[in-house]
Nanobody
Framework: QVQLVESGGGLVQAGGSLRLSCAASGRTFTTYTMGWFRQAPGKEREFVAN????????NYADSVKGRFTISRDNAKSTVYLQMNSLKPEDTAVYYC?????????????????WGQGTQVTVSS
């Protein structure tokens, strides 16, 4: 049973930073693509970033390029999302997700496993 547990959300002022963590368990994730998505109230879930566990190749949404960094720690089976220069429009529930295939897809419907989400609120 795959489990993804996010942590690290909170309230921060605009311009501040947060680091989200996603602890993964229940499988060997070397062939997986790990992603971060977010959903703001009244909006659809949107892609933020992903990383191919084996190669470390990354993709980012245009809205976060240059501000957010996704990384993984193989020894800890944990994926991180470092968020800098946060803006009020980054406010959302952030979800970690895992895709069993090394496709680096940005489509949320293709991800097989999801965490429970962690709230990020950026005040102006």
């Amino acid at each position: 049973q795959v489990q993804l547990v996010e942590s690290g959300g909170g309230l921060v002022q605009a311009g501040g930073s947060l680091r989200l963590s996603c602890a993964a368990s229940g499988r060997t994730f070397t062939t997986y693509t790990m992603g971060w998505f977010r959903q703001a109230p009244g909006k659809e879930r949107e892609f933020v970033a992903n990383i191919m566990w084996s190669s470390g190749r990354t993709n980012y949404a245009d809205s976060v390029k240059g501000r957010f960094t996704i990384s993984r720690d193989n020894a800890k089976s944990t994926v991180y999302l470092q968020m800098n220069s946060l803006k009020p429009e980054d406010t959302a529930v952030y979800y970690c997700a895992a895709d069993r295939g090394p496709t680096a897809t940005i489509q949320s419907r293709l991800y097989d496993y999801w965490g429970q989400g962690t709230q990020v609120t950026v005040s102006s």
